[in-house]
Every structure is written in C-alpha cells, then in structure tokens.
C-alpha cells in the first residue's frame, strides 16, 4: 500500500462491498479559526487548516461515517490528492466501514504502525478458516475480533458478521460456508467480507500449494498467548495506551511502596558488614564466569547467617523515600540493591525452609525493611506441596533445603504503566533472579532458579488474593554439595569458595596456593 493511501484506495474492487470513513469514538474534533485539533485518549494536538473542502470533509467526518466516494467526490484532483494523504497520516484515528449488500457490517480499526490492511478476493472454492491466534472480546459494547498477526481489528457491528466469524472454527470451503450462513450473507457478501477480513490478518486462506500461511515453520512454534503478550508490550503491533500513563491516577490509590507485614512470630536475622564482604567475595567476572544452577546439596545444612547475608545482600530495603502530606499520590519509593522500572520494587519475597540451622521449618515473609523473617504458615502439609512442586520444576532431582517464592504486588505497577505492568514484573523477577545467582556464587551456596511454579497453590499456602499478589518466579537454594570445587578467581589464583574447609580442600585436591 502507497504510505499516505487510505485503506480502501489500495484494495481492488470487490463485488458488493462499499466503504465509509469517520473518526473512531474515542477520538474528539474541535475546530477553530485557523486549525483542527484532534484528542485521543494518549494525546491531543492540532493540524493548521483553514477554511476549505478539507474542513468540511473532517467536520462531515466527525458527525460519523460518510461514504468514502462521496466524500472524495466532492475535492478537485488536486485537493482529493491532498485529502488522501491527510487521511492517510491519521492512521488511527480513523476507522473504515464496510458495508456488503448495503448492510454495514464491520468496521475495521487500523491496529498496525508499519503496515495497513489490503483486501483480497476471497472466490467461492478458496478454502478459509479463522487464525488461530484470533480472539474475540468485548470493545465498548460491540464484539471486536483481534490478532497479534493483525494490521488492524475488525468491529463486528452486524449478526451477519458475528455468525460468520463464528462458523470459522474449522477451515472449510467458502461456498458451504455461504449456504450455511446464508439467513445473513449470500455468497458474493461472504466472499467480500472474507476478503477483507483476510487481508487485515483475521483470516487464514488456503494457498495453492494447499498450505495455510500459519502452517509455515515460524508461526508453528509460536503459541497463542506468547504472540500476544509479544504483540502487546511494545509498540507497533496495537493501539493502546503504553508506558507510563498512569491510568489510575485519581481514581484509585496507589499501592504502598512496602508492603505492610503480617502479623507472626519473628526472627531477626543477621546483618553482615558490607566491609568485610567486599574484602572476601570473589570478583565480579569470578563470580559470573562461575555461576551455575544445582539440584544437590552439602551434608551440612545452611544456617542462619547464611540467609540473613543472602536476603541482605539481595532484598533488603536499603532506603525509603515518603513525599509530605499534600504531595501528589504516588511518589513513595524505595531503593535495594537490585534495579526496577521507576523504582517500583512490587517483588516480594517468601521463604518455605525445610533445612537450615537456626531457622524452624516453616513458611516465612521476609520484611525487607526490619531485615527479618515473619512466620505466616508452620502446616507441615502446606510446607511440603511447596517443596514439592518445586521439586517437580527440576524433575525431581532436586529436594530443596530452601524455597524462595518471588511474589508481585500487581496493582504497584499497573497504577503508573498502560500495556506493559506484567511484563514489565517479569523482568524484574529475572533481574532478581540474576542477583541471587550472583550472590549465592560469592557465598559458595548452591542456587538454581526455577522455570515453573503453581501461583494458585502458593496463593492459598501464602494467603495472599491471586488478584493482587501472587507468584512469578521460584530460587532454590542450599549447601554446596561434596567435591564441588568452587569457582575459580583469576584475582586470587585459586579454585575459590567461601568456607575456608573448601578453600583448604580444593587448595590441597587441584594443588593450588
């Protein structure tokens, strides 16, 4: 399609279709002496215009839909040259109508930056069936029919094309499609909506090698909602508010930036000096380059201290900033030795012990800011199905001493960002993860991050709303295992571990001083 091309301009002529154009709902014209300007929900700005046929083509626009030859008719070449470009650079601000048989049957809303949607002749024997990675949903009171493939979404204003949408479950020729759904739309108004319904990305066509487009090896191996949590938490693929646009602000009040600590008994925890650490950790391309995940442990169980360095050196709140009363809602921060988006810190962190020295077994919240351990479950059983779905996630080789359960606080992100809060939690709770790796290599413990892990089931043993805070990331963690030799630091000269029985042993093993 020419950029600067409104849709319909580039489609080829289809039997029975005609199109409109108007400004979707959501967006507001105001007009003034010398200029239009145009509101959206993300943004207001104004385009320069004068008096003239374009004016009153945007006025005519903004009364609702018009039919685009009628609209274009009424420019010279040159201003209807002019008038095409402009539509095409609303791009989304505007939406097509599509009426077959003179029905108006959907509207198609541009979804897409870099491409727009091209009809096709869909013909009597193509084969058709919807995407698989189509989804229908509630829009402002209409059904919309949506894809992550999608250049645009298709607003299914009319019976006839909700019934036909719904009889493409399974692919089938379009003729049989047509007598099936032939109380609302014969054969040339199903052709013409299949087109263009195809051409937006919402329909699979069989091609001549008898192959759907979503057959081919890239779309094979990608899921349903993988592709459209992909589409969604970037630019270019949709059109909804993305980023900080704090959507809430106003109508709902932010979380706290720590959470308030359950009532349970407590253990405080120990507090290492940063000094001293500084002076024994091994180097950070050591440590790196030594990292790695294991499922067995030492005969010596962790202790105490251990955790309490552990859980200091990654989760503690190391600063706390609160605006004065009156200031605006939301600027609560804090500060740990790990980076977030805009200083959110929404992970919070939960440990089922089975083993350590100078812990009970239990199920604990770790207060990040009193650096303690608050007890919140001692059910044996509760205990256990944690463990043991974590022991699941490393296909049972591994029986944890330690289970560390990252929860999110949701509503701390979404309240500030539009499109992006999950995916923005999970890249936290991987930097989080990366942080204990390498904190658990200086110490010489022995880490392994978890890929799987059941949210519902930690919701209940936790007791915490699945809504609001729940899992997202699961860190295993206990004693190095015998013989394990450490990791080497190139700053030292020696397989480096941090327990001098180590140290001594793999000095006198690998004969090294």
């Known amino acids: 399609m020419r950029p600067g091309t409104p849709w319909p301009e580039a489609w080829p002529e289809v039997e029975c279709a005609e199109y409109s154009v108007g400004f979707r ?8 002496a010398a200029s239009v300007s145009l509101t ?65 049957l959907i509207r ?5 930056l870099e491409a727009d949607p091209v009809a096709g002749a869909v013909r009597p024997d193509d084969v058709v069936r919807l995407s698989r990675f189509a989804l229908c949903r509630s829009r402002s009171g209409v059904l919309a029919l949506e894809s992550p493939l999608a250049t645009a979404r298709a607003l299914l204003d009319h019976r006839a094309a909700r019934v036909l949408v719904s009889s493409l479950a399974a692919e089938q020729r379009v003729g049989d499609l047509a007598e099936q ?23 699979d066509v069989r091609r001549a090698d008898g192959r759907f487009d979503e057959e081919g090896p890239a779309l094979r191996q990608w899921e349903f909602h993988d592709l459209l949590f992909h589409s969604r938490i970037r630019s270019g693929r949709h059109d909804a508010p993305l980023g900080g646009t704090f959507p809430h602000r106003g109508r709902l009040a932010p979380q706290p930036a720590v959470k308030p600590v359950p009532d349970g008994p407590a253990i405080e925890l120990y507090r290492p000096s940063l000094e001293a650490i500084t002076e024994r950790d091994p180097g950070l391309t050591a440590a790196l380059e030594g990292r790695r995940s294991f499922r067995s442990y030492g005969d010596r169980p962790l202790t105490a201290e251990q955790i309490g360095e552990f859980l200091y050196r990654v989760g503690r709140v190391r600063t706390l ?7 605006e809602p939301g600027g609560e921060i804090v500060s740990r030795p790990y980076p977030t988006g805009g200083s959110s810190y929404e992970l ?3 440990l089922t012990v089975q083993r350590c020295a100078g812990v009970e077994p239990g199920i604990y919240y770790y207060d990040p800011v009193a650096h303690r351990l608050v007890l919140v479950n001692d059910a044996y059983r509760d205990r256990r199905a944690m463990l043991e779905a974590a022991s699941v996630a490393t296909a049972r080789e591994a029986d944890p001493d330690l289970l560390i359960t ?5 509503q701390r992100l979404s309240w500030k960002y539009s499109g992006m809060a999950y995916a923005t939690t999970l890249r936290h709770t991987g930097v989080l993860y990366q942080t204990m790796y390498l904190v658990a290599t200086a110490m010489g413990l022995a880490p392994c991050g978890l890929g799987i892990g059941n949210a519902d089931m930690s919701a209940r043993v936790l007791g915490l709303d699945y809504l609001r805070e729940s899992s997202v ?11 394990d030799p450490g990791i080497w630091d190139p700053a030292q000269g020696w397989e480096w571990v941090n327990d001098p029985q180590w140290a001594a042993w793999a000095g006198t093993e690998l004969g090294r001083t």
Not at 108 to 112: A, D, E, I, R, S
């Open 321 to 327: 900033f609160v605006p004065a009363a009156g200031d």
């Open 473 to 483: 990331g699961d860190f295993i963690l206990g004693s190095r295992p015998p013989g």
């Open 348 to 350: 919070e962190l939960y």
């Open 108 to 112: 198609l809303q541009q979804t897409g």
């Open 40 to 104: 959206t929900p993300a943004s207001t700005f104004a385009v320069r215009m004068p008096e003239g046929p374009t004016r009153d083509a945007l006025a005519s626009l903004a009364g609702g839909h018009v039919p685009l030859g009628e609209l274009l008719d009424g420019f010279e070449p040159a201003e209807r040259s002019r008038f095409q470009g402009l539509l095409g650079r609303l791009g989304r601000l505007v939406e097509y109508g599509v009426a077959v048989g003179g029905r108006d």
């Open 181 to 203: 759904v032939a109380a609302d739309a014969a054969l040339p108004d199903t052709c013409a909506l299949l087109g263009v319904l195809a051409g937006a990305g919402l329909v």
């Open 406 to 410: 990252m929860t999110s606080r949701f």
């Open 25 to 32: 709902d959501d967006v507001r014209v105001g007009f003034d």
